[in-house]
């Protein structure tokens, strides 16, 4: 040694110091083991060794699992010795993961990566959770409590019985017991601790827990444990069949609110007027390219105040979207009332033409809507079932819209105005109402409520030059199957087709659903020409 440069004097000093140091310490020399042992050409070998390494509280285990997961753990050709790899350029460079110190570097062809197949990713993805149980975030510690749920390693019992002691809070705890349920159902060959397992995972009614204790009622042979995981199983599915029916009652109501808002504006123009207008739909997708338009002025000169852009987007949907309706009425239809052939033909030209103008200043393309933070999240209620935000206040605005506008018919001269316009048009003229001005007036709120509707709609749905053609249809159906004029009919005729869809669609899809509801309509229609609610007005008059 005495001939040694003094560098590699030294390193041979600190390199017999850690030897001494790891014969003397047998938890760090059992843990050079098991990770020798994953080069191991068997895969229970290596089930064995992960559990071993994630057991050990060694904090090497995060670094050395991550990279077995991701593929980056290599045994090197030449000694065996296993490696974590960093690829840079042709070559690899290999760093010791017991020092986490470079040991130099390979081609492709000197190392063997080590594999592991999909029931190992699911205990090593247990295991990295496991070791995440003590985290200070309690968002981490609920992530890691479910990535043990879905494991279930065995290793993991006695960590899950330490966590739990020191949780605080009731949200992740729930989350703990039912993972340390999970794990001593499959694990465990004690009777009683898994009769108490079932009887923790019985009160949460989800499909994994569904999940988990049929595939254990199905292999269990102990009578006692099949039998209550077989009782636990029914409880569960009886629920779950009672929250998926509240699901579809939600997502029904939701999807009437969407009818309800596209279809209110045609309650007016359609209903009231008797204008077949085919055009409704791109005044709705003008309403959703004015909240782009807000949002992105929002963007770029106030994007602290970006969560307010939604109470700018409406008022200024309503304004320009019924500046379009008023322009379309004055241009074009006030010259065709009395012929609804040729008013559907003129407002289905008129759609071609907003179509176009959307694509020759937006392009093609989708344009992206951003969610306030008031409306993005959801939330989770029992059996798995999710509320979104968003969901909630567009059922929420689809009512106010509504009332409100109950309100100006009922309440206002100019309700009242458009009232006697519609049952007698020319007793109303001959009262001194200007006809011609309701007509215009009219036709614009009808419109400018379409635009408010494609506000809402752009929270839910991408905002193209096609997005109006989605609900035209539909729209059309609502007002017919509630009764024409009636903004009662639209209410109850866009809840009942949203329902009726929602609970078709499990059954018999989404394309049939449809199709069952319009053949539905159409009979209901041979039998009540004039829909749910009848009022009379100037197209049955006439």
Do not use: C
Request: overall charge positive; charged content about 20%; proline content about 3%.
């Amino acid at each position: 040694m005495t001939f040694l440069p003094k560098s590699q004097r030294f390193l041979i000093v600190v390199m017999a110091a850690a030897g001494f140091l790891t014969a003397l310490n047998p938890a760090a020399a059992a843990f050079k083991d098991d990770v020798s042992a994953l080069a191991g050409k068997s895969f229970k070998a290596k089930i064995e060794a992960i559990e071993k390494i994630a057991a050990s509280g060694d904090e090497r285990t995060v670094p050395v699992l991550d990279a077995l997961l991701k593929g980056n753990l290599y045994a090197r050709n030449a000694d065996g010795k296993v490696v974590l790899t960093e690829k840079k350029g042709a070559v690899y460079v290999l760093f010791d993961p017991l020092t986490g110190k470079e040991v130099g570097q390979e081609a492709k062809g000197k190392i063997e990566k080590i594999r592991v197949n999909n029931r190992l990713r699911g205990i090593i993805q247990g295991a990295l959770g496991g070791l995440t149980l003590f985290s200070n975030d309690a968002q981490q510690r609920a992530k890691a409590a479910d990535a043990v749920f879905k494991s279930r390693p065995a290793a993991m019992i006695p960590i899950l019985e330490k966590a739990l002691k020191r949780e605080t809070d009731a949200a992740v705890r729930t989350r703990m017991e039912l993972a340390l349920a999970a794990t001593r159902l499959v694990s465990s060959k004690d009777t009683p601790l898994r009769l108490a397992a079932i009887k923790t995972l019985s009160t949460d009614a989800t499909t994994e827990v569904r999940a988990l204790l049929g595939s254990f009622a199905a292999s269990s042979t102990e009578a006692p444990v099949q039998h209550a995981a077989k009782k636990a199983l029914s409880d569960i599915e009886e629920r779950l069949a009672f929250w998926n029916a509240v699901g579809n009652v939600f997502q029904g109501v939701s999807l009437g609110s969407v009818l309800l808002l596209a279809a209110v504006g045609l309650a007016i123009t359609f209903g009231v007027m008797g204008v077949i207008n085919m055009a409704h739909g791109e005044l709705v997708m003008l309403g959703a390219y004015t909240t782009f338009v807000v949002q992105e002025l929002f963007r770029a000169y106030m994007p602290g105040a970006f969560d307010y852009s939604l109470f700018v987007a409406v008022p200024a949907a309503f304004l320009v979207v019924g500046a379009f309706g008023i322009a379309i009425e004055r241009g074009i239809i006030r010259f065709l009332y009395g012929r609804p052939l040729e008013t559907l033909l003129a407002t289905w030209g008129v759609s071609l033409f907003l179509q176009q103008l959307v694509r020759s200043i937006f392009g093609p393309t989708n344009r992206e809507v951003g969610n306030p933070s008031w409306m993005s999240g959801y939330i989770e209620a029992t059996g798995g079932l999710v509320l979104t935000y968003n969901r909630i206040y567009i059922i929420i605005f689809s009512l106010m819209v509504i009332g409100l506008l109950a309100l100006l018919l009922q309440k206002t001269s100019f309700g009242l105005k458009m009232r006697a316009v519609t049952q007698n048009r020319r007793m109303a003229g001959s009262m001194g109402i200007r006809t011609g001005r309701i007509d215009a007036l009219t036709f614009g709120l009808g419109s400018g409520i379409a635009g408010v509707a494609g506000v809402a709609l752009s929270q839910i749905d991408n905002v193209s030059p096609n997005l109006g053609q989605s609900y035209i249809i539909d729209s059309f159906m609502v007002v017919v199957f509630g009764g024409v004029g009636n903004l009662w009919g639209v209410l109850v005729g866009a809840f009942s087709l949203g329902l009726v869809n929602k609970f078709l669609e499990p059954v018999a899809g989404a394309v049939l659903a449809k199709i069952f509801v319009l053949v539905a309509i159409i009979l209901f229609i041979q039998k009540r020409p004039r829909g749910l609610f009848a009022l009379k007005g100037r197209a049955v008059e006439n």
